[in-house]
């Protein structure tokens, strides 16, 4: 399949909106390289940035870098999760394209969730559902892998999501409260 000419950011729009409704044909629009990926990886971890720095300046030094470090670690761990996955699954040259995708669809989320929240537990929870469909989807068709496979790889990169809440729950000293805004 041919991909689409234009600017990289436009196409990976339209590539999201495609896949975000089930169209395959929406993986054309993506970079298959190491630097698409990276280029993909640079606005999320300038938001990250962007909410340390408000946080620091607010004062909240150690909220700020606790939660830099959780968040830093939740943008990468799913890439390397799948990296090692794919080397075992002989996928590993499927997988730019894929840690590409995954990283442009974090900003679909930002799309969806102000439509479903006002919904309350139950558009939390179809937002739940929807990025985990979503990201099993993506697993599924940019690395061609099995149902199974595409299962086992989002329980990985949840299980790892769960550890890091739990690890700086148990360690974190009240930190994960006053992230949360709990008293």
Same mark, same amino acid.
């Given at each position: 399949?041919?991909?689409?000419?234009?600017?990289?950011?436009?196409?990976?729009?339209?590539?999201?909106?495609?896949?975000?409704?089930?169209?395959?044909?929406?993986?054309?629009?993506?970079?298959?390289?190491?630097?698409?990926?990276?280029?993909?990886?640079?606005?999320?971890?300038?938001?990250?940035?962007?909410?340390?720095?408000?946080?620091?300046?607010?004062?909240?030094?150690?909220?700020?870098?606790?939660?830099?470090?959780?968040?830093?670690?939740?943008?990468?761990?799913?890439?390397?999760?799948?990296?090692?996955?794919?080397?075992?699954?002989?996928?590993?040259?499927?997988?730019?394209?894929?840690?590409?995708?995954?990283?442009? &669809?974090?900003?679909?989320?930002?799309? /969806? +969730?102000?439509?479903? =929240?006002? !919904?309350?537990? %139950?558009? *939390?929870?179809? #937002?739940?559902?929807? &990025?985990?469909?979503?990201?099993?989807? /993506? +697993?599924?068709?940019? =690395?061609? !892998?099995?149902? %199974?496979? *595409?299962?086992? #790889?989002?329980?990985?990169?949840?299980?790892?999501?769960?550890?890091?809440?739990?690890?700086?729950?148990?360690?974190?000293?009240?930190?994960?409260?006053? #992230?949360?805004?709990?008293?």
């Amino acid at each position: 399949m041919k991909r689409p000419s234009g600017d990289a950011t436009r196409r990976s729009g339209l590539g999201l909106l495609l896949i975000a409704v089930g169209q395959r044909r929406g993986f054309a629009y993506f970079g298959k390289t190491t630097d698409a990926y990276l280029a993909s990886l640079a606005p999320l971890v300038a938001l990250v940035l962007v909410k340390i720095g408000l946080m620091v300046v607010q004062g909240e030094v150690r909220a700020g870098a606790t939660l830099g470090l959780l968040l830093i670690c939740n943008l990468l761990a799913p890439a390397v999760i799948s990296d090692a996955l794919c080397g075992r699954w002989g996928c590993r040259d499927r997988w730019p394209h894929y840690a590409n995708i995954l990283n442009w &669809a974090q900003f679909l989320y930002l799309i /969806v +969730a102000p439509l479903l =929240l006002p !919904l309350g537990a %139950a558009g *939390a929870g179809l #937002l739940g559902i929807y &990025a985990l469909w979503m990201q099993w989807f /993506v +697993a599924r068709n940019a =690395l061609g !892998l099995s149902r %199974a496979r *595409a299962a086992w #790889l989002l329980g990985a990169i949840l299980l790892n999501g769960n550890l890091l809440i739990t690890i700086l729950a148990v360690f974190g000293s009240g930190t994960l409260e006053s #992230l949360v805004g709990v008293k």
